[in-house]
């Protein structure tokens, strides 16, 4: 493959330069020659930093095989060495840069989104390639600052070494335990079929098949509607739990043997709590949506709980900032630097779900029933204007400290009573602001959400359907 080096004057359209990664419609704001200019520009940024060497993977999108390649092009362009690992979940991307000793690593995914999105994950080292940098990228590329060279190119797939590294923590008493998987058609699949065919155990594949139209459901396994087809399973396979992944294979989605989900955020402390019993005192994050009894239990068992933003890439930093061994989001975003790299991984955090479950001596739904009872809110989020979400937050923010609120600050504003918590943040991607309510009964609930609704009208804004 020649390297193709003829991107001039590029621009991107300023849409697809997001927070966490590169996103868009393919067609109408993100094409092949985006992908070539990001090639060149992130090129650029990782010879700068001294990089020679990058891996590429992509998932199972119609539109990803064509966008890995005029990626690769651009990188090539760089002067650099491309890995390409082939089809498979983002985190084994993340793996094959750890494996392969690569410097960076860039995976072409649309995620979760529809089937007509895709997008671009980055990493230079062990660390996200986000917020400024991405903006620094767009900069880059309009100004034709790159790198120039001639490169090469290397198939390396890693799969096989990639489920090697998942079983390396699988306890051999899963044996005891049936399982159904959805890996929803994603890029998961060839890799859980790997998987679950080396685990010990009865495990019972749907939507294993890789199709990036998404036949059977739209692949995000936190939105409970989506994991219907896998209840239907877990009841009539008498499954002892579900597991089904999201688009990419980075966020994980359970069922218990009832088909009842563990939301991302129980999820955290089934984990936290093992983790906990060989690293007592660690401190274990949690982005800001997610239950109070999860910090609460946290502390009960001995750790430091901390509380961060919402965004994967920010609980990641913050992570290794603070040398935490767990961390995870609401969103079931789920990072293990204990025994593992510490990014987040789905198909790994079903391998230690399983063995913890297998030596516990409490099914799943026995350790969801003994959780302390709250209600709560699912995540709601609601258009604002782009120019408005950030003033709304600050002047509900102001309201409340003149009130003497009690009041944490660290993403938006989450505010304790006496009934509980609510939540109102700006999403850092979207045009939208996010809001959550727990109390302790439903009578608290309604007092919650009445007094998030009163914030809202005073900035002139209409509730959302709570």
């Known amino acids: 493959m020649a390297a193709d080096a003829n991107v001039r004057g590029h621009r991107f359209n300023p849409t697809i330069l997001r927070e966490y990664d590169i996103r868009g419609i393919v067609g109408k704001t993100l094409s092949a020659a985006d992908a070539r200019a990001i090639g060149r520009g992130f090129g650029s940024v990782v010879r700068r930093a001294g990089g020679s060497k990058v891996c590429v993977g992509y998932d199972g999108r119609l539109s990803s095989p064509e966008l890995e390649a005029a990626l690769v092009d651009g990188l090539m362009a760089c002067g650099l060495s491309v890995l390409r690992v082939g089809l498979g979940p983002t985190p084994m991307l993340y793996f094959a840069r750890f494996a392969l000793e690569a410097d960076a690593g860039i995976m072409v995914t649309g995620s979760h989104n529809p089937p007509d999105y895709n997008g671009f994950k980055m990493v230079v080292g062990k660390d996200s390639f986000f917020g400024e940098q991405i903006q620094k990228l767009g900069r880059l590329v309009a100004a034709e600052d790159f790198e120039t060279g001639r490169g090469t190119v290397a198939d390396h797939p890693v799969l096989e070494a990639y489920v090697d590294r998942l079983l390396q923590d699988a306890d051999p008493g899963i044996e005891k335990l049936a399982v159904a998987w959805d890996p929803g058609n994603g890029a998961a699949g060839e890799a859980t079929v790997a998987l679950t065919a080396r685990l010990p155990g009865r495990h019972v594949l749907i939507n294993e098949a890789i199709d990036g139209t998404f036949p ?251």
Not at 301 to 318: E, F, N, Q, R, Y
Not at 396 to 424: P, Q, S
Not at 429 to 451: I, M, P, W
């Open 216 to 466: 059977a459901h739209h692949p995000d396994p936190t939105v409970e509607a989506n994991l219907a087809q896998l209840k239907t399973s877990v009841l009539g396979e008498k499954c002892d739990l579900g597991i089904g992944f999201d688009g990419d294979g980075d966020r994980i989605g359970v069922l218990d043997g009832q088909g009842r989900v563990v939301w991302g955020d129980q999820l955290m402390l089934y984990f936290a709590r093992d983790i906990l019993k060989e690293r007592p005192g660690a401190t274990i994050i949690a982005d800001v949506k997610a239950s109070q009894v999860l910090f609460d239990e946290i502390a009960r068992a001995g750790g430091k709980p901390l509380m961060w933003k919402t965004g994967h890439s920010l609980i990641k930093t913050k992570m290794a900032e603070v040398g935490s061994p767990f961390a995870g989001e609401m969103s079931a975003h789920l990072f293990f630097a204990d025994r593992y790299y510490g990014f987040d991984d789905a198909l790994y955090a079903a391998v230690r779900l399983l063995s913890i479950l297998s030596t516990s001596g409490q099914t799943l739904a026995q350790f969801r029933d003994s959780l302390p009872p709250v209600v709560n809110t699912p995540e709601i989020r609601f258009p604002c204007a782009e120019d408005r979400k950030l003033a709304v937050i600050a002047e509900v923010r102001a309201r409340l400290k003149a009130e003497g609120a009690d009041m944490t600050e660290i993403d938006g504003v989450r505010v304790r009573t006496d009934d509980g918590w609510w939540l109102l943040r700006a999403s850092n991607t979207q045009d939208v602001l996010v809001a959550r309510c727990e109390a302790g009964d439903e009578a608290g609930l309604e007092r919650l959400s009445a007094a998030l609704t009163a914030q809202l009208a005073a900035s002139g804004l209409d509730a959302p359907d709570f």
